[in-house]
């Protein structure tokens, strides 16, 4: 996965023209943690698991990045997530860098309990090189607010009250108005930019998802809103279809309630695999990377791909899908309404001050349109495709912040 998220970074790295030494220094990680936790399971067993926090890049600011509980976790989903997060702050100018971590658990075996002091043990572990000035973790697949509560009293209990250590916690401890669907609601805007680029907007426009969690269900729900027809969604355990469209409201209730799209009856059953390439004018991947391969790239239907999830699409899908002429929102762009509201979160943490719903989605969208307009500018000036285009803006967001911080003995332009 880190090979592939490296990929991408040469691509725009050539159009730069950066030397060896510069991608280097921008691609080396600041720190790679890993540390073992061994807690008692509720029936006395001992749970035994591996926790990671890779903090790639603090050039423009403290790391930030979510927390991921899955047993796929390691340090290479770390390494290469923590990679993208550095790219995905400068895209949208939030004062921070890029990481990433989480624990090679599954949640959905284990007890709130269990879960409770596995979180405790992690944070214990890295409580000395996390912090509000140091590296801000925030939810990610298979966390929420109520880890991020834990984090934040763990942590609380080393440093003193603490609440700018983690963003995505409930509103009713210093969490902000609007994080929680901020995600899914910046996957919206910049889908709105993706159709407007085309001549179209959300109305009628039909849409395939993968992915029903944090992410998906909000994106669904704001699309639905607008006008977009939300035609076929899956999950990890199935999925469901219907032409005239699914009800989002309805499905939301009952994903909540069955953790599972499937079994829904406003809608025929389908297979989950088959949502890549379901006739769709848009697919919006909101689940795990990898999704879209070398296997099913060809078959896609959609003319527009919002890259919800990170790293859903290898670097050979991502050529198949170029010579297709599919527009492909990146993930370090599409989903990056989430650390924009985390960044609002942490500077009302730090002011002690509260803002409302209506300013925090106005500044969401502002920054959202803006950082999708200026990739597209970059985009056409140098005649690249968007995802290149988003990395040429934030390595050279990033390059220069990095490079002003120390000598060096060469001139570098970052164009
Ligand atoms: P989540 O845990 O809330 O939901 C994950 C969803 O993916 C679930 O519906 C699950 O069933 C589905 N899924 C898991 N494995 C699958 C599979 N093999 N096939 C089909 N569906 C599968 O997670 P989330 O927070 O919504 O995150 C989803 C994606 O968005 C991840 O890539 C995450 O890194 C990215 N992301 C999340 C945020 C955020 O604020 N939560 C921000 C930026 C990016």
Not at 15 to 27: A, C, G, H, M, T
Not at 203 to 213: D, E, K, N, P, R
Not at 229 to 257: F, R, T
Request: net charge negative.
């Amino acid at each position: 996965m880190l090979e592939a998220s490296h990929r991408y970074f040469h691509q725009a790295a050539d159009v730069l023209d950066l030397s060896p030494k510069v991608r280097e220094v921008l691609l080396t990680p600041n720190r790679v943690i890993k540390v073992d936790i061994v807690e008692e399971a509720d029936d006395g067993q001992l749970m035994h698991y591996t926790g990671f926090r890779v903090q790639h890049n603090s050039a423009r600011g403290p790391c930030k990045g979510g927390l991921r509980y899955h047993p796929t976790m390691d340090e290479d989903h770390a390494s290469a997530l923590a990679n993208l997060m550095t790219w995905k702050t400068a895209i949208v100018d939030v004062p921070f860098g890029g990481a990433k971590g989480g624990i090679d658990c599954d949640p959905s075996q284990m007890s709130r309990f269990e879960l409770e002091r596995v979180t405790r043990r992690f944070v214990d572990q890295c409580k000395e090189v996390i912090g509000p000035t140091i590296d801000i973790p925030a939810p990610d697949v298979n966390t929420n607010a109520d880890v991020m509560a834990w984090i934040m009293d763990e942590y609380s209990r080393y440093a003193g009250f603490s609440p700018g250590v983690v963003t995505g916690k409930p509103l009713h401890l210093f969490g902000s108005e609007g994080r929680d669907e901020a995600t899914g609601r910046g996957v919206m805007y910049a889908l709105e930019e993706a159709l407007r680029d085309c001549g179209k907007d959300l109305a009628g426009t039909t849409v395939a998802l993968q992915g029903f969690g944090n992410v998906g269900s909000h994106a669904a729900r704001m699309i639905a809103e607008r006008g977009g027809k939300i035609v076929a969604v899956a999950d990890h355990m199935g999925g469901v279809a219907n032409e005239a469209g699914l009800d989002v409201p309805s499905l939301v209730d009952y994903a909540a309630e069955h953790r599972t799209v499937a079994g829904f009856s406003g809608g025929d059953a389908i297979e989950g695999a088959s949502i890549i390439t379901w006739p769709a004018d848009v697919l919006i991947p909101a689940a795990l990377e990898d999704a879209i391969d070398a296997k099913n790239a060809g078959e896609v239907q959609a003319k527009i791909i919002v890259e919800a999830a990170n790293a859903p699409t290898t670097p050979e899908a991502d050529a198949i899908l170029k010579q297709k002429d599919v527009l492909i929102v990146p993930d370090i762009l599409a989903n990056a309404g989430g650390v924009t509201v985390s960044y609002f979160e942490w500077a009302q943490n730090i002011q002690q001050f509260r803002w409302e719903l209506d300013r925090v989605n106005a500044e969401l969208e502002k920054r959202m349109r803006r950082a999708y307009q200026s990739v597209r500018e970059i985009a056409e000036a140098k005649n690249t495709d968007l995802r290149t285009a988003a990395f040429v803006l934030a390595i050279q967001r990033v390059g220069r912040a990095a490079l002003s911080r120390r000598a060096v003995r060469e001139t570098i332009d970052f164009g």
